[in-house]
């Protein structure tokens, strides 16, 4: 059966990661164009994300206590890591097993996923968007877009919308056991194909793991769409502070 979901789904979360990391560029790009002080810039970027941040660690405390894995600290204060990254929160837990350690590292992406579907889907009603973007109708696609506004308290969920969605993804300390994990299920999955087991699997598994994929595609697509509105906005801020200040940031 076509996994048309898993395609769907690399595209979107490709297409995310890239938005994600380019308007987080050029918004501290701005800040410190204006402010001239990487403390300042960092500041002004952790309370920018400060609600995607909180709820980004809050899910790993929260998940990590309900599997009873002990976290000895909790920071919501920003850092610069040694690599040049900035981390603008985290959640020490105790090293165990890898599906613990797994299930903590994805939390927020599950529960950040969860806050942009409800806001984008029943708040903001973006659905239409994403359909008529998959059916190539960019009519019915700005015609959406045109309405977005009207939508109650509109500034507020897309604000909440957009740090959210720009925090939601699992960093790279989160995904510490993934591989591990994914090795483990990969050599279950070929045990049970030498079993026989294949075909049960191809009519029984694929179907949901199908509809999984294409319903988390939804989310990333319409995150992307958000990151995507604010692209030209952040470049249009961007050479304006530059041209005005007569500083820039490549």
């Known amino acids: 059966m076509e996994l ?3 395609l769907w789904f690399t595209v979107t979360l490709v297409l995310l990661m890239l ?3 380019f308007l987080h560029r050029e918004i501290q ?9 990487p403390e300042f810039t960092i500041a002004l970027f952790s309370l920018l994300f400060l609600p995607g941040v909180l709820l980004h660690e809050l899910s790993h ?21 040694p690599n040049g990254k900035l981390q603008l929160g985290y959640v020490e837990t105790a090293r165990t097993d890898i599906v613990r350690d797994s299930l903590i590292g994805a939390a927020p992406l599950i529960v950040g996923g969860l806050v942009v579907a409800f806001v984008a889907l029943t708040r903001l009603s973006l659905l239409p968007l994403w359909d008529a973007l998959r059916a190539g109708q960019v009519g019915a696609f700005w015609a959406a877009a045109a309405v977005l506004p009207q939508a109650s308290d509109f500034p507020l969920w897309f604000y909440l919308l957009f740090t959210i969605s720009s925090t939601m993804l699992p960093s790279q300390s989160d995904r510490h056991a993934w591989l591990p994990l994914g090795l483990v299920i990969v050599v279950l999955l070929g045990l049970a194909i030498l079993a026989g087991a294949g075909p049960w699997m191809l009519s ?8 999984f994929l294409s319903a988390t595609s939804v989310i990333f697509g319409l995150s992307a769409i958000v ?12 050479a304006l502070s530059a041209r005005l200040t007569g500083v820039d940031i490549v």
């Open 19 to 21: 938005l994600q990391r």
């Open 227 to 238: 990151h995507a509105a604010l692209t030209i906005p952040s470049l249009g801020l961007h």
């Open 204 to 211: 029984n598994l694929t179907p949901p793991l199908n509809a």
């Open 61 to 81: 405390y929260l998940v990590a206590i309900v599997l009873g894995v002990p976290t000895p600290r909790f920071s919501l204060i920003p850092q610069v890591l």
């Open 4 to 6: 048309s979901g898993l």
């Open 29 to 37: 790009a701005v800040f410190l164009i204006l402010s001239r002080s």
